[in-house]
C-alpha cells in the first residue's frame, strides 16, 4: 500500500470517528443552535434596537451684511460656515445628559411618559453632514422611537430652550428646521433579518460542535474495542455482542 493511499485510509477513518462523537452527543449542537436561534430571532423582532426613527435637521444663520467690510466680507459664505460649526456643536449637544433630560422633561410634562435619561442617551445617535444633522433613535417597540424623536423636533422648534445650553444660537440669529419629520420602521428589512439570524444560528452550530467535542475529550468511558485496547494497552479477544434487546446473556 503506498503512503498516500494510507493516509487518505487514515483521513478517513478520523472523519468516521468524528461523525460518531457527533452522532453520539448530537443533542449538544443541536441546543447551542436552537438557543441561538431563538435568542437572535428575539432580538431582531423585540429587541431594544428592533426598530428606527429617522429625521433630519437643517441649520442655517442668517447672513448679515455690514456695508463697511463687504469689500474682504463675504456675508454669505461666513454663515455657512457658521452653520457648519453650529451643526458641529448641536451634534455633540444632543449626545449630552443635559439635551437627554430636556427630552424627559418634555416627555413627563408633554406626553405624561417616564423615560429614564440613559433610555434616550443610549438609543439616540447623530450624524452630521456640511450644516444638516441626521437623527436616529433606536427602540425596541415604534411607539417609543416615535415619541423620543417627536420630542427632538419639539425641542428644535422651542430654540430658546436650546439657546440655554448653546447660546451661540441666538448670537448668530440661527434657524434650526426638521426638514425630515420623524419615520418609524423596522431596523432590519426582511432579508437582512433572515440573514443576520442564520449567521447566528450557523454560529451557535460550530460552537455546538466544538462543545460536542470538548465533552468527549473530557469523557472517561470505555465505549468501544478501541477504548479498551488504549486504555489496556492489551488486545481485545472477544466481544459481547448487542441485539435490540440489550447484551447478549
Do not use: C
Not at 44 to 69: E, Q
Amino acid at each position: 500500500m503506498t503512503a498516500g493511499r494510507r493516509d487518505t485510509l487514515l483521513a478517513i477513518v478520523e472523519l468516521r470517528d468524528y461523525w460518531t462523537i457527533i452522532r453520539r452527543r448530537w443533542w449538544v449542537p443541536a441546543l447551542v443552535t436552537a438557543v441561538a436561534f431563538l435568542a437572535s430571532s428575539a432580538i431582531g423582532l423585540r429587541g431594544a434596537a428592533a426598530y428606527r426613527t429617522d429625521m433630519r435637521i437643517a441649520i442655517s444663520t442668517l447672513p448679515v451684511a455690514v456695508p463697511a467690510t463687504q469689500l474682504y466680507y463675504d456675508p454669505t459664505y461666513y454663515s455657512n460656515l457658521n452653520s457648519e460649526y453650529l451643526a458641529d456643536d448641536m451634534s455633540e449637544f444632543m449626545h449630552s445628559e443635559a439635551f437627554a433630560s430636556e427630552v424627559r422633561r418634555e416627555l413627563a410634562t408633554g406626553r405624561n411618559l417616564n423615560v429614564d435619561v440613559n433610555t434616550i442617551i443610549n438609543s439616540t445617535r447623530t450624524k452630521k453632514t456640511h450644516r444638516f444633522i441626521d437623527v436616529t433613535v433606536n427602540s425596541a417597540t415604534p411607539e417609543d422611537g416615535k415619541e423620543i424623536a417627536d420630542s427632538i423636533s419639539r425641542i428644535v422648534n422651542d430654540q430658546a430652550r436650546i439657546a440655554q445650553y448653546l447660546a451661540a444660537l441666538a448670537s448668530y440669529n440661527t434657524r434650526m428646521t426638521v426638514i425630515t419629520p420623524p419615520d418609524t420602521h423596522r431596523a432590519n428589512t426582511l432579508p437582512g433579518l433572515i440573514s443576520e439570524v442564520g449567521l447566528r444560528a450557523l454560529i451557535g452550530l460550530l460552537i455546538g460542535i466544538a462543545l460536542a467535542f470538548l465533552l468527549d475529550y473530557l469523557d472517561t468511558s470505555v465505549r468501544s474495542r478501541d477504548d479498551a485496547e488504549d486504555l489496556l494497552r492489551l488486545p481485545v479477544v472477544g466481544m459481547i455482542p448487542r441485539t435490540r434487546r440489550g447484551v447478549v446473556a
